[in-house]
Every structure is written in C-alpha cells, then in structure tokens.
C-alpha cells in the first residue's frame, strides 16, 4: 500500500519566508533615497528636488528628480532637467533616463 503525501502546510502570513525567497517591500521613503544616492554615483549630479513617485509594482518604483545641469546668473535662467530613475524591489538602480530639459524661471503651460 502506497503512503498519502503529506498535506499542504497551511498559509501563515506571520512566519518568514524561507532562505532565497525574501519578499521585499520598498517604502517610497526607501525609493526615493536610494534613486537619489544611486542617481548621484551614475551621473556625478546632484538631484535638487524630488518632483514625483510612482509605484511600478512588484515592490519597485520610479522617482523624478529635478537636477541644476548648469548654474547660470541670475539663478532664474539655470538650465535645470528632469530625470526619470527606476528602482527595483531592493532599492537598486533598474533604469535612469533624461525626460526634459527646462529654464529654472520657466513654467508649464
């Protein structure tokens, strides 16, 4: 006679998961530092201001950074750019990518 397999453990959200299988989930806090510390390793800027986040799923995230690409007198007419920086469920840089580039003294329309 042949043994029945064992049954299926039963499903407890509080015990860790097993060695290999972590599960992380990044806070947008989390995101946002480490687009702005990995943005600043890859392209030698400064990020000058966070200017949007959104969640990609999967724990990763995108994150816009405003950047003073050059500083001019009066400080108005600064070329400034956005950049667009993805980071995945370990806060490690996925992608980085220049979206605009912009007048500090100027506007949307």
């Given at each position: ?8 453990p039963?499903?407890d ?5 097993p ?16 687009a702005?510390?990995?943005?600043g ?8 201001a966070?200017?949007?986040i ?9 994150v816009l ?7 001019r ?7 400034m750019?956005?950049y667009r ?8 840089l ?16």
């Open positions: 006679m042949t043994e029945s397999p064992p049954p299926f039963a499903l959200n509080n015990t860790p998961e060695a290999g299988k972590s599960v992380s989930r990044l806070r947008a806090a989390d995101a946002i530092q480490a702005t510390a990995q943005f390793v890859v392209t030698g800027q400064t990020p000058h966070v200017t949007g959104r969640s990609r799923g999967n724990g990763a995230w995108s950074l405003d950047v003073v690409e050059l500083a007198i009066p400080d108005s007419t600064s070329v750019a956005t920086v993805d980071v995945d469920a370990d806060g490690e996925a992608a980085c990518e220049r979206l605009r580039r912009f007048t500090r003294g100027t506007t949307d329309s």
